[in-house]
């Protein structure tokens, strides 16, 4: 299974960027997708996800900037990242959980990073 991430690049500080991440069908229909970042010696954070039945969450940090939105036509899971910080600075990675009923994971995936540059 693999997962095509794009759509990084170097930005000023309150530009936007989208990212892209596009899945297997049956990959996209039943995980819940997400995105992480991980920026320079620090570890790998959530940022936001979404659920098969478009459920949302994301952290504290980027709330009111970021959404996270799903394609089910095209199997893609975009992050549209406004108003970004030179905080934002990190390599972003798409993800995709397949939980159980309980919330346990089953299967973890990750894509590819895509580096997000944010400059002051």
């Known amino acids: 299974v693999q997962l095509q991430a794009s759509g990084g690049g170097l930005v000023q500080s309150g530009g936007s960027l989208r990212l892209s991440c596009s899945a297997p069908?049956?990959?996209?229909?039943?995980?819940?997708m997400g995105w992480y970042r991980q920026a320079s010696d620090q570890e790998r954070e959530l940022v936001a996800y979404?659920?098969?039945?478009?459920?949302?969450d994301y952290s504290d940090s980027v709330k009111g900037r970021f959404t996270i939105a799903r394609d089910s036509a095209k199997n893609t899971v975009y992050l549209q990242m406004n108003n970004l910080k030179p905080e934002d600075t990190a390599v972003y990675y798409c993800?995709?959980?397949?939980?159980?009923?309980?919330?346990?994971?089953?299967?973890?995936?990750w894509g590819q990073g895509t580096q997000v540059t944010v400059s002051s």
């Open positions: 993800n995709a959980k397949l939980l159980g009923f309980s919330g346990a994971i089953i299967t973890d995936i």
């Open positions: 069908a049956s990959t996209f229909a039943t995980n819940r």
């Open positions: 979404i659920t098969p039945g478009d459920e949302t």
